[in-house]
């Protein structure tokens, strides 16, 4: 008889008790002598034909080692039942030994999946970006479209604001000798963007085509990088070119090279509108997500152990390494740890969340789901086809999960204008 007891020395780790009595290891014992009877070659006998007796007395030390080991693997797979429990990596023996009755006492360090205690989630405070987007970001993205397919034109006059102007740019010293190696060519300039130098652009402006002149550049003293504090440059620049960027009209023309199905500038506006908001409510969401996962983790810790980790992070690896197989296998496992303990985490919370409130997937909620796709063919996939199904009941009740959770938040709402 096999008897067990457990002591609980974390979420994830056990101490196991285990007697196994006598009569239990003589069969065990008879097994591995019969093992070793087989394969040894003994002077004077048949492979395989040497007596017991000769065999228990030459290996008995061998014998020994093989019957605790083969006893020790049948008595955990006993207590894993005894228990309930799910024992994972390799359990490490902290004490081997034989009672007075010559039953064998064994004491077992083991890691289990994580048994994860939910206490935190109700009241829980958290806040979520929501975006407003106003008309001019609807404007400005319409302008992009515009310039996607501007007309440039070369035009004579004075550089403005808006305009195209390419320059060609030395720096110089305070007694305008040049500075070599600071010589640059054709540098384009869009003026009134703020992109290539505010402060320099304001300068260009009013420069006419092949017009020469001086532009300085003044860093102020706390200027972060301090080889530049309080540094002066300047620069001699000529106006080599200037355009005017010619925007489209929204006209039948421009709405037909856009392949879209809008004819009129209201339609493009709303289409514009829908995109914008759908883009920047699908960024809201994904960093609430995992602003959310990471409370609900740090509010509820436990641990996992360490060989479920690596276990994942052999398969990045692998995955890595098909892309690019020069990567080396520390680096890959160093830079993905967190998010491989993060993952696991939130597997086992979700796992635990569902369970403590009886959230399932239900033939009703795959109804629903079946209901809401138009093509019968794509239907008939998903109905016969167990991985794609597999896939939808886990996007269920991942909503179901998160939708639960969400109800029992203080979530307050960020708005962030985009102008």
């Not at 039953?103 to 083991?110: F, G, S, T």
Request: hydrophobic share 35%.
């Amino acid at each position: 008889m096999i008897s067990s007891e457990v002591k609980r020395i974390s979420n994830c780790k056990v101490n196991l008790a285990i007697k196994i009595e006598k009569e239990d290891l003589d069969p065990i014992r008879q097994k591995e002598v019969n093992k070793i009877r087989r394969d040894v070659q003994i002077p004077g006998f048949r492979k395989g034909k040497a007596p017991v007796g000769l065999i228990m007395r030459q290996y008995k030390d061998m014998i020994e080692a093989y019957t605790i080991d083969s006893a020790i693997n049948e008595s955990l797979m006993e207590a894993e039942k005894q228990n309930n429990l799910t024992l994972v990596g390799t359990p490490e023996a902290k004490k081997i030994d034989h009672d007075d009755d010559k039953n064998l006492i064994v004491e077992i360090e083991a890691e289990t999946y994580p048994e994860v205690e939910i206490k935190k989630v109700k009241g829980l405070k958290i806040s979520k970006d929501k975006y407003i987007v106003t008309d001019k970001a609807v404007d400005d993205a319409i302008d992009r479209l515009r310039r996607e397919k501007a007309e440039i034109t070369t035009v004579e006059g004075a550089a403005e604001k808006g305009m195209i102007l390419t320059i060609d740019m030395q720096e110089v010293d305070e007694k305008g000798v040049e500075i070599v190696g600071k010589n640059y060519k054709d540098v384009e300039v869009r003026l009134g963007e703020g992109k290539f130098d505010p402060e320099l652009e304001e300068q260009l402006i009013g420069i006419k085509s092949e017009e020469e002149r001086q532009i300085t550049k003044i860093y102020p003293d706390d200027f972060p990088q301090k080889d530049y504090a309080g540094k002066k440059e300047i620069f001699k620049v000529k106006a080599t070119k200037l355009q005017k960027e010619v925007l489209p009209e929204l006209d039948e023309e421009f709405f037909e090279s856009l392949n879209l199905e809008v004819k009129t500038p209201e339609e493009l506006k709303k289409m514009t509108r829908e995109q914008m908001e759908r883009q920047y409510g699908e960024e809201s969401e994904k960093r609430f997500g995992d602003d959310l996962t990471m409370l609900l983790l740090q509010e509820n810790p436990f641990d996992v152990p360490d060989v479920l980790v690596e276990n994942y992070l052999d398969h990045i690896v692998q995955d890595v390494k098909k892309s690019n197989p020069a990567v080396k296998e520390d680096d890959i496992r160093e830079y993905y740890k967190g998010e491989a303990l993060n993952s696991l985490k939130w597997h086992y919370f979700r796992d635990q969340y569902a369970k403590d409130n009886k959230i399932e997937v239900d033939d009703d909620d795959l109804d629903k789901f079946y209901d809401e796709l138009k093509d019968e063919k794509i239907k008939e996939l998903y109905q016969s086809n167990p991985r794609y199904l597999s896939a939808v009941k886990d996007d269920i009740l991942n909503k179901k999960i998160y939708d639960s959770i969400v109800e029992q938040l203080e979530l307050e709402e960020n708005e962030i204008v985009i102008d």
